[in-house]
């Protein structure tokens, strides 16, 4: 197949030759050979997969609330073709007969996939680093939906065995110590109260553990969902790579009362100030990945009130769309979008046949027309859930996305194409 005159993120128009699983050539002339399929691309941007290292699919345990199947459609959508599943399902994935039992679940994913290992006081951790995963974590250092909190001793543990293992750990950084128990007295309809009780301090001080923690076994820690500045330049301070998530980027305090329990997440949402100094960050280059923390629950389950919704939100679809919007605006270059999203998690978490649009690579490709923009609603998108905290809002979605060479999902027609998602660190093992 031959992608003709595509722009590429950093601005170059080249003609790009996909054969079989990999993209075989990126030139500025390319000459179709007899019988191959041509599509032209003129005027419209050619981007590398997206690479979602946080994504909740839920099952086994919760799959009313997401599913493999719903959840990877819902990516291939959006133009993610790497997901990296977390480990608070039920059972929490924290054993290596746990790794397995969510492996077959994940055959059924339309896209390519890693899974996380968790941490548990009974976690067993000679079966778990037995088994091919992506990485440890997200290691939860306070409690969030799954109630997976973990003390000091064992998060030390915890990374040395990983270290001991060669596998990078995600960290979930909060310390409940210092959550403000002066929110707790805010009332069940107050819709902020979340964002006062999970203070940044508490971010930024988890934030500073881990990274002494890191220094102490000199192993790479990454920071799951960083939500202030705060948190972003401790962890780069201390080495460590982090990522942030579209709703801390997009959304913030004064969402709240519009969205009500449906912006209740952990790290919760912040003041405007702050969402601003993130996107700075973003745009500067010291955030290293954005990864959506996709976490969906029933519209009934978050129609309670605020200190008994579940926390967590979705996004995997709307990721890349909200991104190449603010390109198309200029609040972001096209190179800060496919590093963020694809060449820097390829880079960070060793899966060098993906992120970029190179020769050898794999075709995990997404082609979009940034003057086309759609606003987003939640019945429109692809998870259990039908709804989305960035309801109303613009996004520039998919005219297809590819997976190693094929074509999984049709923007136009809505359609997807059969399964054949893979581990990406166990290929040999796909159904
Ligand atoms: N972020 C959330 O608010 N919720 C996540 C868990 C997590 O990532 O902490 C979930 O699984 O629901
Ligand atoms: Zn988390
Ligand atoms: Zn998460």
Redesign the pocket.
């Known amino acids: 197949m031959l992608i003709r005159n595509a722009t590429l993120a950093d601005g170059r128009v080249r003609d790009v030759r996909v054969a079989g699983e990999r993209i075989a050539a990126v030139e500025e002339e390319l000459t179709a050979e007899a019988g191959e399929d041509v599509i032209v691309a003129t005027g419209k941007r050619l981007l590398p997969g997206m690479i979602d290292t946080?994504v909740?699919f839920r099952q086994p345990g919760f799959g009313h609330k997401e599913d493999w199947t719903s959840g990877s459609k819902a990516a291939a959508a959006g133009g993610v073709t790497t997901v990296v599943d977390?480990p608070?399902t039920d059972p929490p994935t924290t054993t290596g007969d746990a790794v397995d039992g969510k492996a077959a679940f994940a055959r059924a994913s339309a896209v390519d996939y890693g899974l996380n290992g968790g941490v548990t006081p009974d976690w067993d951790p000679d079966s778990l680093f037995d088994r091919p995963l992506f990485a440890l974590g997200?290691v939860?250092l306070a409690d969030?939906?799954?109630d997976m909190g973990i003390d000091a001793d064992l998060f030390d543990d915890a990374v040395a065995r990983a270290a001991a293992a060669d596998v990078p750990v995600t960290v979930?950084a909060e310390d409940a110590d210092l959550f403000s128990e002066d929110a707790l007295s805010r009332s069940d309809d107050d819709a902020d109260a979340w964002s006062a009780y999970r203070t940044p301090a508490a971010e930024r001080a988890a934030v500073e553990r881990a990274g002494e923690v890191a220094a102490d076994h000199d192993t790479a820690v990454h920071i799951?969902?960083t939500s202030t500045p705060e948190g972003v330049d401790a962890a780069a301070d201390a080495g460590l790579t982090c990522e942030v998530t579209p709703h801390h980027l997009f959304l913030s305090r004064d969402d709240l009362d519009e969205l009500r329990t449906f912006g209740?997440?952990?790290?919760p949402l912040r003041d405007e100030d702050r969402r601003e100094a993130l996107f700075e960050r973003l745009a500067d280059g010291t955030i290293d990945i954005v990864a959506t923390?996709h976490?969906?629950?029933r519209r009934e389950e978050k129609t309670v009130g605020i200190w008994d919704a579940?926390?967590?939100?979705p996004g995997v679809e709307t990721a890349l769309p909200l991104l190449l919007v603010a390109a198309a605006d200029g609040r972001l270059s096209y190179e800060r979008v496919r590093d963020v999203t694809a060449a820097n998690p390829a880079a960070l978490f060793d899966l060098p046949s993906k992120g970029r649009i190179e020769p050898g690579r794999d075709a995990d490709l997404v082609l979009v027309d940034p003057s086309e923009r759609r606003h987003i609603r939640g019945l429109d998108l692809h998870s259990k859930c039908g709804w989305t905290p960035f309801e109303g809002r613009e996004g520039v979605f998919p005219e297809w996305t590819m997976l190693r060479g094929g074509v999984v999902y049709h923007g136009a027609a809505d359609a997807f194409a059969e399964t054949r998602g893979r581990n990406v660190r166990a290929p040999e093992d796909a159904a």
């Open positions: 946080h909740h977390q608070n997200e939860f969030s939906t799954g979930h799951a969902h209740r997440m952990n790290p923390d976490a969906p629950h579940p926390s967590g939100v």
